[in-house]
T-cell receptor
Framework: DAGVIQSPRHEVTEMGQEVTLRCKPI?????LFWYRQTMMRGLELLIY????????DSGMPEDRFSAKMPNASFSTLKIQPSEPRDSAVYFC???????????FGPGTRLTVL | GDSVTQMEGPVTLSEEAFLTINCTYT??????LFWYVQYPGEGLQLLLK?????DKGSNKGFEATYRKETTSFHLEKGSVQVSDSAVYFC??????????????FGKGTKLSVKP
């Protein structure tokens, strides 16, 4: 079964602080996606990687956001500096080449005060 | 660009009622269509999918048929249960060289089923 671990599950920070969200796929995949969910905008793609290479980052809001995938087993999404409008649930998902289906992690709920 | 429109919620039903959640899409190519479900405090789980016109996806009593002529993928269930209470998302993904691209989601429809 495909699976994704995200950490932390909850993060509360103050405006201006750096935030790093982590994603660890625990099964085979060829693509990894970062999504953001808010009440106002719903689910939005931020960036996705194919074979560890960023393919589409047009959804990244601004330069304060950056994402890396140093290897197939790990990805990070960093916000520096964070702002209250960044408060949202951030999901990582992987695409299984066996089922051609995206599997989502449990999400990180970020609150920026 | 591609987009997904699904009916606004919330939807409140009594147990054993019939459920329909409407979903229509706009796409330039031949997308795959999906329904995902999100239970409170959890991530999204794939409920069902269809990859080409006239395909029917089904799972746990839920069904949806890929209708190219009406660009629709409505979700149905004949008899809902309290445990079906969740938020349901319709989504599409364009296919690139046989592989799925990123998902484009509708706004979500919250379903509450009362005993």
């Amino acid at each position: 079964d495909a699976g994704v671990i995200q950490s932390p599950r909850h993060e509360v920070t103050e405006m201006g602080q750096e935030v790093t969200l982590r994603c660890k796929p625990i099964s085979g995949h060829n693509s990894l996606f970062w999504y953001r969910q808010t009440m106002m905008r719903g689910l939005e793609l931020l960036i996705y990687f194919n074979n560890n290479v960023p393919i589409d980052d047009s959804g990244m809001p601004e330069d304060r956001f950056s994402a890396k995938m140093p290897n197939a087993s790990f990805s990070t999404l960093k916000i520096q500096p964070s702002e209250p409008r960044d408060s949202a649930v951030y999901f990582c998902a992987i695409l299984s080449p066996y089922t051609d289906t995206q599997y989502f992690g449990p999400g990180t709920r970020l609150t920026v005060l | 660009g591609d987009s997904v429109t699904q009916m606004e919620g919330p939807v409140t039903l009594s147990e054993e009622a019939f459920l329909t959640i409407n979903c229509t899409y706009t796409a330039t190519g031949y997308p795959s269509l999906f329904w995902y479900v999100q239970y409170p405090g959890e991530g999204l789980q794939l409920l069902l999918k269809a990859t080409k016109a006239d395909d029917k996806g089904s799972n746990k009593g839920f069904e949806a048929t890929y209708r190219k002529e009406t660009t629709s993928f409505h979700l149905e269930k004949g008899s809902v249960q309290v445990s079906d209470s969740a938020v349901y998302f319709c989504a599409l993904s364009e296919n690139y060289g046989g592989s799925q691209g990123n998902l484009i989601f509708g706004k979500g429809t919250k379903l509450s089923v009362k005993p």
